[in-house]
């Protein structure tokens, strides 16, 4: 999986935004498939036009797990934004994803202001799903 420092070098490289988009793309295609078993409407992320579904596993400490998550998205352009959420997040304790804002590194690089507004919304309630997520594991 591409790193989060390799992505933002990636787009700091690319000049037109439509090879950005392409990187996007291609960021999402190389997103593993999630199985069907996954595509469940527990997993659905509500708050997307496109179809997106994100499924969390923890592991670790209970009381501040491990959030190992999975994505898919049914649209090329918002799979790809999934992939860049997924860098962002996954792997990390619930406290740092709690404390994390994605936003501001799709701002970092420039993308947040290219995307339409259904888009920016469905990121957000992504990003959104992911910390809640994180703060419901810190509670238990």
């Known amino acids: ?14 000049d037109e935004w439509e090879d950005r988009y392409r990187y996007v793309i291609e960021l999402g295609k190389a997103l593993p498939e999630m199985p069907d078993a996954k595509r469940t409407s527990e997993n659905k992320v509500q708050g997307c036009a496109s179809q997106v579904w994100l499924a969390t596993q923890a592991t670790g400490d209970p009381e501040d797990p491990v959030l190992l998550f999975e994505g898919e998205s049914d649209a090329h352009i918002v799979r790809g934004l999934v992939a860049i959420v ?19 590194t799709f701002s970092k690089i420039g993308l947040i202001e290219h995307l339409s507004t259904q888009r920016a919304n469905g990121l957000r309630s992504m990003i959104r799903r992911i910390k809640n997520e994180a703060e419901t594991r810190l509670a238990a």
């Open 86 to 104: 997924l860098t962002i997040y996954s792997g990390k304790r619930a406290s740092e994803i709690s404390r994390l804002d994605a936003i501001v």
């Open 1 to 14: 999986m591409t790193t989060l420092d390799q992505i933002i070098d990636d787009f700091a490289f690319l």
